[in-house]
């Protein structure tokens, strides 16, 4: 279990296709059992292990960025999900695409700008539309960095999201 998408993930994408032939099946399964946090932290829901009692019941409104792995890989459905486990909390999928940073790209002197044009397409007037009260979380370390360098703005994990939540 782990809470940066890139990192995490690259165990199911990535890590198969780069052991010998004869280490595949066991890096596959490693894969399997390897989860983001969100993910993790709703299948202990479902399994009763946490609930809405354990947070606030302040209203909230929370804005998300999915990191592009963790959209290409699995989704954004569970940090969507958990992020909406505090009974008041609206959760909102921005519909960006990649922040513009992609690694280390945005941060190279010749990518820049460029990086910064694919943050406006979409995530930054998102971000910038957002009410100050309102939460802008997202999961990846490179996007937050992005949305804070094209924003001003301070994006979180949705791990301190939810743990400003807890009672």
């Given at each position: ?22 280490r595949?099946a ?41 990191h ?12 969507a ?48 539309g ?26 979180l994990?949705?791990?301190e ?7």
């Amino acid at each position: 279990m782990g809470v940066e998408p890139s990192a995490i993930l690259g165990f199911r994408d990535e890590f198969p296709r780069l052991v010998a032939p004869t280490r595949i099946a066991a890096a596959t399964a490693l894969g399997q059992h390897t989860f983001l946090l969100e993910s993790f932290l709703v299948r202990e829901a479902q399994a009763g292990r946490i609930s809405a009692e354990d947070f606030t019941t302040a209203p909230k409104k929370v804005k998300v960025h999915a990191h592009c792995h963790q959209k290409a890989i699995v989704g954004a459905e569970a940090t969507a999900q958990i992020l909406a486990l505090p009974r008041n909390y609206s959760v909102e999928l921005i519909p960006s695409g990649c922040c513009g940073m992609a690694g280390s790209f945005g941060y190279e002197k010749e990518h820049y700008e460029v990086s910064m044009q694919v943050g406006e397409l979409v995530l930054f007037p998102a971000v910038r539309g957002a009410a100050a009260e309102e939460i802008i979380a997202a999961p990846g370390t490179s996007c937050r960095h992005q949305i804070l360098d094209g924003t001003g703005k301070k994006a979180l994990h949705p791990a301190e999201v939810l743990w400003a939540a807890l009672r």
